[in-house]
């Protein structure tokens, strides 16, 4: 059974720093685009970032400049390093996997960030 389960998510103050991770198990994501999302109370899930096979990355403008998107392959998990948090980061946080051509298919659970002001 695949699973995409998250952690790190939490309470920080405006301007603090979270590291999320999603570790992946029952299939190799290696090949595997993988992303971030989210979504706050009241609003539509929205794209934060992604990051294909080769370490190639892509940042929704909202984010670019304080967060940043990386995979450790051999222990099949993503992360997403979140600096510089704002209020407006508030959301729950999942991550996503994608085959090299399609929708993202997997989804984990999600993963509480609050950021106060």
């Known amino acids: 059974q695949v699973q995409l389960v998250e952690s790190g998510g939490g309470l920080v103050q405006a301007g603090g720093s979270l590291r999320l991770s999603c570790a992946a198990s029952?299939?190799?994501?290696?090949?595997?685009?993988m992303a971030w999302f989210r979504q706050a109370p009241g609003k539509e899930r929205e794209f934060v970032a992604r990051i294909n096979w080769s370490g190639i990355t892509y940042y929704a403008d909202s984010v670019k400049g304080r967060f940043t998107i990386t995979r450790d392959n051999a222990k099949n998990t993503v992360y997403l390093q979140m600096n510089s948090l704002k209020p407006e980061d508030t959301a729950v946080y999942y991550c996503?996997?994608?085959?090299?051509?399609?929708?993202?298919?997997?989804w984990g659970q999600g993963t509480q960030v609050t950021v106060s002001s």
């Open positions: 029952g299939r190799t994501f290696s090949n595997y685009r």
């Open positions: 996503a996997g994608a085959p090299p051509t399609g929708e993202y298919r997997y």
